[in-house]
Structure formats: C-alpha cells, structure tokens
C-alpha cells in the first residue's frame, strides 16, 4: 500500500452529450397549422394560394434552394402568414443560418401560439444558439402541447443538461428513447443525464443496452467514470483503455495516465504517459504524470529529471517547483544540475515557504564538497518566518528532513 506523492485530482470526465439536435419535419404538417391560424391575416390570392404549394412541395422534397426565394417573396407581403413564417425559419435553420431564422421562427410562434411544432423549432433554433434557457421554455411549452414527440423531448433534455438540470433531463431523454430505442446517441444522453442526477447505476444499465459494435470512444469515456463510481475499478479501466485504443486522443490518453495514477498503477502509467508525451509534445500534463508516476514507483532520480525539465520550461510554475522539490529532497545526493532550477526559483520566489525548504534540503543532499551551506541556511531562515517549527541551522537539517517522511511511500 502507498501514500499518494501528491495530491492527484481526478476530475471526473463530463463527456458532450451527443450531438443529436433536430429540427422537426415542418412542411409537411404546415399546412393544416396554417389553416386553423390565418384569422389574422390577410387572405392569400390564388396565385400566392398556389406558390405557397409548390414551394411547401418542393420544401419537401429537400429542394429548399427552389422553395426559399417563393417564401422570402411570400413572407414579405404577408408577414402574418404562419405557413410561410414556420417554413422559411425552418429552411434558414436546417441551412445552419440560424441567426436568419430566429426573427421568422419567433414570428410563427406568435401567430400560432397552440402549435407545438413552433414552439419546438424556435427552441431548438434558441439551443443552436446557445440561449439555453430560452430553449428550454420553448421546449417544455412544446412538449406540453405534445408530450410524445421524441425530437422534442431530446432537444428539451440538452436544453436542461446545459442548464444543469440532469435529473428533468432524464425524464425527457426517457421519452426520446421509447420513440427511437435504437438510438444510441439518445442512450448515451440518457445515461449521461443518470450520471449526472447522481444515479450511477441507472447509468450503467442504459449503458449496457448500446452495443459493443456502437460504443464511441465517449461512451467507454462515461462507462468508465460510471464503473469507477460504483467501485468496478477493473471494469472503469478496461473501458478507459477502450477509449484510447479507438481515439488515441490527448484526453483519451491523459484520462487512462489518471486513472493508472489513481491506483497507484505506476509502470502502466509511466508506460501510457510517455506514449502520450511523444504523442503530443506540447502537453505538459503527460510528463508531469510521468514525474509523479516514477516518484511513486520510488525512482526519485529518474523523477527529478523529468519535474526539472518541467520547471526550466516554465520557470515561474510553483507546482512544477514544488514536485521537483519533493523528488530532489529524497535523492541523497542530489545532482546540482536537475536541481538548481529549485534553488533559482526560491531565490526568485521568497515568499513560497515550502519551495525555500525543499531548495535547503536539496542542497544539504549533495557531497559534502558542493554543499553552500550559507545559503541553505539563508533559505531556511527565510522559510523559518513562516513555519518556525523548523530550525535555523543546517545542522538541525535533521527535523526538517524529518518532516518529509509523509511523502515516501511505504509498505
């Protein structure tokens, strides 16, 4: 058993919820909307009567680049048209210019305040735009006037994740998935909404409905935090382990270095945060999991290598300084060169106590012929103004040495 080196915190993964936003099917429904709704507006004449038709049919057929200039035209000399309004918001939205839409969307609601179909497409034209609140009064206005339409009761569950109500999320992904069970994206919502109302289990039996052959490298991502909750350690890192191998990603990779780290696993995350370091050189956190790794593994020469080529990358960084401290305080004859950028950095930083303490021991570890005994003892006289429990003289250094006994492993 081994006392953790550091303090390790292991945020838990908050995978993105799948990206199943719709927009539901607007013009084939328009129609008999629209009919119940024209009391306020001006009659159409035949001709417009029959342009509405053919650009409602050609909006059908997924030939919005002939519909959109016969409803623009349309939208301008009858603004009070729900028909025209809900289908031309809807062309602009399904075309990602959801901005352009918002004003024709917003109009048909106004128009048709019974219809569930508008109030579900400005909510979800409000989620594309990250009005989330907005969204979700839309979405639950739509899904009272139509409470099993499962389009809308998904985009309702995403408008109340990313409002931070996962436990109502539930109830609405619920409904999504008994309208498309095979759904795994709306699955892997549900379960993430489980997870994150603080239901662990329910999460893991949405989880296991999703088939091996349908499991994204997020999906391993959730049912490894949702093994790891439950305490199913073995099963959390085989699915962490999945992640990585079917998207060798920097997060893939980081999280299954963390979770080593977690169980003081160290030769399997020494082995994964290299890899992950060559991988990706400009992340940091891999080598800085690699340093702690080989200090937990009681290979303190190996990790001060590591922490101090951390440090002369960033100088100013304290926890860099403070993991290079803890390694260089426990090698017994600690080599000027890995540890000086210790020493520079308590010169540079007089008020970090712990880095001057670490930068005193680090130097009184060194033959007797290297050590400068003088500025150690300035060091430890500076750090002693803040913890005066440690004494003044290098020949004390015993106590303070003493103090550090916490941070090696033990049997």
Known sequence: ???????ISRSIIRPWLAGVLVFCCMAAGLTLAGRAQQAGSAPMSIADRNALRTALDAYDQGQAATAEPLLRDLATRYPKNYEVNEALGGIYAESNNVAEALPYLQRACKIAPKQALAHANLG???????RSADAVLELQHAS???PRNGATQSNLGQALMLTRQPAKAVTAFRVAVEAQPK??????NLALALYESGD???AGTVLTKIPDEA???QTHLLA?????????FKAAVLHYQAAAQRNPSDTNLYTLTLEFLRHWTWDEAIQIAEYGAK??????HFKAAEGIALYGNNKYPEAVVVFASLLAKDPENALNADLLGRSCSLVAESASADCSGLEEFAQRHPENARAAMYAATSILHRPTAEQDTAKAEKLLQHENRTNPIYLLSPAGMHRVTGCLGWLRPIA
Do not use: C, H, I
């Open 1 to 7: 058993m081994y006392f953790s080196p550091t303090p």
């Open 124 to 130: 979800a034209a409000y989620l594309k735009l990250g």
């Open 144 to 146: 009272l006037l139509e």
């Open 183 to 188: 759904d795994w994206d709306l699955r892997y």
């Open 200 to 202: 662990a289990q329910q």
């Open 215 to 217: 499991m994204t490298d």
């Open 224 to 232: 490894g935090d949702v093994n790891e909750k439950l305490g199913n």
């Open 279 to 284: 991988r990706y050189p400009a992340s940091t």
